[in-house]
């Protein structure tokens, strides 16, 4: 089971991960596409790149997450709601 549920609209992934997601379940892992990830809803969420300190995640930022690149998200205090564009 994930830690989220999505919709998925057009080319785009709709993904909320719940104020009381368990921090264990939100594990380092790896996507086999290019990604770029936009904070529609969230506060106190932090996104970390493997080997580099978390950062604070803000609404209205977008992050690019290459392919085959760990990483992972530090809960927050409410939910987190992220807006996800694949590239081929």
């Known amino acids: 089971m994930k830690p989220y549920t ?7 992934i709709i993904r909320e991960f719940a ?3 368990d921090s ?3 594990v380092w892992h790896r996507d086999k596409k290019d990604r770029y990830v936009t904070i529609l809803e969230g506060t106190g969420w932090k ?6 300190l978390p950062m604070l995640l803000h609404k209205g930022q977008t992050i690019f997450i290459p392919k085959e690149t760990f990483h992972r ?9 992220i807006q996800i564009t694949e590239k081929d």
């Open 6 to 12: 999505q919709i998925i609209h057009q080319n785009k």
């Open 47 to 52: 996104f970390q790149y493997d080997n580099m």
């Open 19 to 21: 104020h009381d997601t």
């Open 24 to 26: 264990h379940e939100l």
């Open 73 to 81: 998200i530090l809960k927050g205090s409410d939910t987190l709601k």
